[in-house]
């Protein structure tokens, strides 16, 4: 599906690179997600800077086809979640979107100035979970199998590139018919609680020492790097909730420059000069 949407992308552009109709647009914002180390909405502690790129074509004018890639990165931590931080589990993770979808404008924008929309399509997201061990060292998560995925009880291994439903809205001023500055929050409702490489319970230390080593044990359970007086937990114990899928999103500013603005699919210049309506 990555290849899939990555050639619709390309075709997009290839196709739509001497149209009047196309817009090309750019996002910088922030990143964040929620889950099992982070089960807030939205939490600035943490949200990290993201950026992407994009194209607009206009199908109508207020339909559009889009096409985004954006880069960004999501993280949770239990130390600043007060009411997990025995379990003191934490990840970060980077994350590339490549989302194709359509986009509708409540208002036509060629006659509006302030226009709000939504949109929804489908996304092909990679992700990695990874956290620093007690050297500081950066460890790879998924392949520890730390709850015990390919190996036990039919857990099955989580796949590092999966499929998003990404959806949402925003609001676009016009200062003309060729250049829109506007804010947008896209949500990215996943079909995986392993975003932060947490969900259900923990396995038997033993098991997992068998399989995956010493070191899988360590970052499965972490407690004891502020107790020492914690033990691993006994088979079974909670270790996350599989009962919701985890989620990620972008927020922030777009900027959308009409190309080949001078002319429309009839050759006309322009379309209207500027928008006349403030609403």
């Known amino acids: 599906m990555k290849y899939i949407l990555t050639n619709i992308f390309i075709f997009i552009v290839l196709f739509s690179a001497t149209a009047q109709n196309l817009h090309l647009s750019f996002f910088a914002g922030f990143s ?33 086809a889009r096409a985004n890639v954006n880069f960004g990165k999501i993280s949770g931590d239990d130390k600043k979640v007060s009411k997990n931080a025995v379990r003191n589990l934490s990840f970060a993770s980077p994350v590339t979107d490549i989302h194709a979808g359509l986009e509708y404008h409540i208002l036509n924008i060629y006659e509006h100035r302030l226009v709000p929309y939504v949109f929804a399509g489908i ?34 291994k989580y796949q590092l590139g999966q499929l998003a439903i990404p959806f949402g809205g925003g609001i676009k001023f016009a200062f003309n018919d060729n250049v829109q ?3 947008e929050i896209g949500m990215r409702k996943t079909n995986t609680d392993y975003l932060d ?25 972490r407690g004891n790097e502020l107790n020492v007086g914690l033990v691993y937990p006994s088979d079974g114990t909670q270790r996350g909730s599989a009962k919701s899928k985890d989620w990620y ?16 699919d009839a050759g006309r210049v322009n379309k209207t000069g500027c928008p006349t309506n403030i609403y």
Request: charged letters at 20%; hydrophobic letters at 35%; a neutral charge.
């Open 123 to 156: 996304s092909y997201f990679s992700f990695n979970p990874s956290a620093k061990d007690t050297l500081g060292r950066t460890i790879y998560l998924q392949p520890l199998s730390t709850e015990g995925q390919g190996f036990y009880q039919g857990r099955k």
């Open 32 to 64: 964040n997600y929620q889950g099992d180390l982070q089960d807030k909405g939205f939490t600035l502690q943490e949200s990290h800077p993201a950026v992407g790129l994009g194209i607009l074509y206009e199908l109508t004018e207020k339909f559009y």
């Open 197 to 221: 490489d947490v969900s259900t319970t923990y396995i038997d230390r033993l098991v997992l020492l068998a399989n995956r080593g010493q070191q899988a044990v360590n970052m499965a359970f």
């Open 249 to 264: 999103y972008f927020s922030g500013i777009t900027l959308s420059i009409r190309l080949n603005g001078n002319r429309d």
């Open 181 to 183: 500055l506007g804010f």
